[in-house]
């Protein structure tokens, strides 16, 4: 139940979605306490390292490459996450765009190159939590594989 909680905390960011399917897999090895569960694990944590260095490795390339910068992307978290408590469910979504619109905007003086940046910020966003995500379902296979066998 709780790696169908944290796949849903992937695609819903309200909860920390990939730590609490790694942390499923980890309460299921130690109540299983065989090498097998503790070999499940250890892929899984490995899934993991490779997923968080994925997520934030490919989509950071493609938006600097499109030329959002890491100021940009700053304090367009920092607008996200005063929107999501001002608007609650989308507020962390519209202030994170609007951060990222109003930055390009006010540094490009341009509204078609400052929408440019926040269409690939937001691609890049999207690509981040699809990378999430399969790596949350890579690592769900992982363990049911481990409970099958076990």
């Known amino acids: 139940m709780l790696i169908a909680v944290g796949l849903l905390g992937i695609v819903v960011p309200v909860l920390p ?5 790694l942390g499923a897999v ?10 097998l569960g503790w070999w499940v694990f250890a892929v899984s944590a490995v899934l993991y390292g490779a997923g968080v260095a994925l997520q934030y490795l490919v989509p950071g390339r493609r938006m ?12 367009a978290v920092v607008l996200g996450i005063v929107g999501f408590f ?21 540094r490009q003086r341009d509204r078609a190159a ?17 990378i999430e995500l399969l790596a949350g379902l890579a690592i769900a296979t992982t363990w049911v594989v481990g409970v099958l066998a076990s």
């Open 86 to 106: 001002v608007v609650p469910v989308i507020g962390g979504v519209l202030g994170f765009v609007l951060g990222i619109y109003l930055v390009e905007q006010g």
């Open 114 to 130: 400052a929408w440019a940046a926040t269409r690939a910020a937001l691609r890049g966003v999207a690509l981040s939590m699809g």
């Open 64 to 75: 600097r490459r499109a030329g959002v910068g890491t100021v940009t992307l700053a304090v």
């Open 17 to 21: 979605g990939l730590v609490l399917v």
């Open 26 to 35: 980890l309460l299921w090895a130690a109540q299983v306490s065989s090498a």
